[in-house]
C-alpha cells in the first residue's frame, strides 16, 4: 500500500516501518497514526515477516502528538472518538517482535510509541522526554503507566513533572533503551537483532514476548504458573523437536514455523 507519512519496506522476514513526516519531526498527526496502524496490521497479517523494525529519521524518531491538531481537541470530541486509541492498540497489542530504533528525539507520544515496542535501540543522539506538562496536559499515550516501569517512579516523576529531556546515555543508564549504538549505525544494528528474531520459530517468539507481556500485568506467581503453562505447551510443537534434535544432532535449526 502506498503510504504519504510513513514508508514501509520488507527485507528478509523482517518489516521496517520508517515515519516520515520531516517538517513536522514526525509530529503525530491523524494521517500518520492512521497509516501506523495500517501498516502494522498488514505486517501482522502477513505470514513472512518475523519480526518489525519501527524508525523515523536521523533528527526526530517522533516530536509527539501533532500539537496543532490537538489544539483543535476539546473534551467531548476526544471523549467520544479518540483518534489515536486504535493506533496505541495496534503498537502495544502487536502479537510480533517489535523494535523501536531511536534516533533524534522521542519526545511526548513519541517516546510513549518507543515505550509500547518490546524494547529500543537507541543513537548516541536520541532524546527522550515527557515535555506534555509544558502544553497544559500529561502524557495521555501511556507515559505515566510505561516509564515509570522502565525507569523506576523517581526518575519518571522527574521526567514528566520538569518536562525535561533525557539523553540517550541517561536512558541506557535506567533501563528504558537496551542498547545504544553510534547514529550511523543504528539500522544495521536494529536490523541485526530484527533478522536474528525473524530467524527463530515465530510462535515461540511470540509466546515468549506475551509471557514477557504478562509480568507488567498480574502478580508474580500467577505469572510463574502462566509463564509454566506456556512452555508445557510449547512441547507440542514441531519447532521444539527441531530445536532440541538440531542442538542434539550439532547443526542449525530449520524451524518449520518461522
Ligand atoms: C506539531 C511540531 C511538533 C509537534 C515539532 N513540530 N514538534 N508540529 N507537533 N509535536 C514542528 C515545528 O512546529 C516546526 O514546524 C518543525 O516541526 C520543526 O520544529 P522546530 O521546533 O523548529 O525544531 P527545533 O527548534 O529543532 O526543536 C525541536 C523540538 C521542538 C525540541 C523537538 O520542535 C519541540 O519542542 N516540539 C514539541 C515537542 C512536544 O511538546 N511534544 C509533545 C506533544 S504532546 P514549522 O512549521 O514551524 O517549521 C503529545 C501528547 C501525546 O505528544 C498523547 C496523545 C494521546
Redesign the pocket.
Known amino acids: 500500500m502506498a503510504y504519504k507519512t510513513i514508508q514501509t519496506k520488507t527485507e528478509g522476514r523482517v518489516g521496517v516501518i520508517t515515519l516520515d513526516r520531516p ?3 514526525n ?2 498527526c491523524d494521517e500518520l497514526t492512521g497509516e501506523l496502524a495500517d501498516a502494522l496490521a498488514e505486517f501482522e497479517a502477513n505470514e513472512d515477516i518475523g519480526c518489525v523494525v519501527l524508525t523515523g529519521s536521523t ?2 524518531f517522533a ?6 491538531e ?1 489544539q483543535e481537541k476539546d473534551f467531548v470530541s476526544l471523549y467520544l472518538n479518540d483518534p ?1 486509541a486504535k493506533t ?1 492498540e495496534s503498537v502495544a497489542r502487536f502479537r510480533k517482535p517489535i523494535i523501536a530504533a531511536v534516533s533524534g ?1 522521542a ?4 517516546c ?1 510509541i518507543a515505550m509500547m515496542c518490546d524494547f529500543i535501540i537507541a543513537a548516541e543522539n536520541a532524546k527522550f522526554g515527557q ?2 506538562i ?2 497544559g ?1 500529561m ?3 501511556g ?1 505515566t503507566q510505561r516509564l515509570p516501569r522502565a525507569v523506576g517512579k523517581s526518575k519518571a516523576m522527574d521526567m514528566c513533572l520538569t518536562g525535561r529531556m533525557m539523553n540517550a546515555e541517561e536512558a541506557e543508564r535506567a533501563g528504558l533503551v537496551s542498547r545504544l549504538v553510534p547514529v550511523d549505525d543504528l539500522m544495521d544494528v536494529a536490523m541485526e537483532a530484527a533478522e536474528a528474531i525473524a530467524s527463530k520459530s515465530l510462535p515461540i517468539a511470540m509466546m515468549t514476548k506475551e509471557s514477557i507481556n504478562r509480568a507488567f500485568e498480574i502478580g508474580l506467581s500467577e505469572g510463574i504458573r502462566f509463564e509454566r503453562r506456556v512452555f508445557h505447551s510449547q512441547f507440542a510443537t514441531e519447532d521444539q523437536s527441531e530445536g532440541m534434535a538440531a542442538f542434539a544432532d550439532k547443526r542449525a535449526a530449520h524451524f518449520k514455523h518461522r
Open positions: 517538517k513536522a519531526l509530529a503525530l533528527k526526530a516530536a509527539g502528538a501533532d500539537i496543532k490537538l489515536f496505541w528525539y519526545l511526548g507520544g513519541g510513549e515535555p506534555e509544558n502544553l496536559v502524557p495521555g499515550a507515559g
